[in-house]
């Protein structure tokens, strides 16, 4: 079935220091969405990409999807405290269903 | 944004017993309802897709007479946690699809349930 992972599985970083969390699916996607986990919450739509070569800004982040749609990568810079949290990447194939990846998990020093 | 409520947020059982867990879309329809189950510090995994007025969808190694999903609404699926095992701890959380004005269709989540099965 479709696998989707992400690198690294934990980041810890100096506030103010750029971050960079890599999706990376087993198969061609349809779109790939990106989810922020905050510790004990639940997770929270980001955005979502598309096309090929797609990227996309969001302030700080900044979101980027392959040319084969197989990839994907979201880097933040500068980070803040406030960007602690687990951040997901979840692909859409043919079907309708969203395949979570194995999640990020990034700490911030202040 | 669309919200989801899930109810309850955190339960306690006795093993064997069954827990019920509640998804709620307050304020649209949802004809579909995804059910996740996390471990700590893990992914999120699909456990089973809930289609109002007809049977779920499970995901492969899901259980169906173990996690049982009514979805008898529009608004409302549950998931029901049968003979409850230790192993079955965890954090359950369900979502909705919607599409807010002129923006992709997303994913909503509930709180989560937090499952502890003594």
């Known amino acids: 079935g479709q696998q989707v992972m992400q690198i690294p599985q934990y980041q810890h970083v100096q506030e103010g220091e750029d971050f960079t969390t890599y999706c990376n699916s087993s198969t061609t996607l349809s779109n790939i969405q990106w989810y922020k986990q905050r510790p004990g919450g639940h997770p929270v739509f980001l955005i979502q990409l598309v096309k090929s070569g797609e990227v996309k800004k969001q302030k700080r982040l900044t979101f980027q999807f392959g040319e084969a749609k197989k990839n994907s990568s979201l880097h933040i810079t500068a980070t803040q405290t406030t960007d602690v949290g687990t951040y997901f990447c979840?692909?859409?194939?043919?079907?309708?269903?969203?395949?979570f990846g194995s999640g990020t998990r990034l700490l911030v020093r202040p | 944004g669309a919200v989801v409520s899930q109810h309850p947020s955190r339960v306690i059982c006795k093993s064997g017993t069954s827990v019920k867990i509640e998804c709620r879309s307050l304020d649209f329809q949802a004809t579909t309802m995804f059910w996740y189950r996390q471990f700590p510090k893990q992914s999120l995994m699909l456990m089973a897709t809930?289609?109002?007025?007809?049977?779920?969808?499970?995901e492969q190694g899901v259980e169906k007479d173990k996690f049982l999903i009514n979805h008898a609404s529009l608004t409302l699926s549950t998931l029901t946690v049968t003979s409850a095992h230790p192993e079955d701890s965890s954090f359950y959380i369900c979502s909705a699809s919607y599409r807010v004005a002129g923006g992709p269709r997303e994913l909503f989540f509930g709180e989560g349930s937090r499952l502890t099965v003594l």
């Open positions: 809930s289609n109002e007025g007809s049977k779920a969808t499970y």
């Open positions: 979840a692909g859409r194939d043919s079907s309708y269903k969203l395949i």
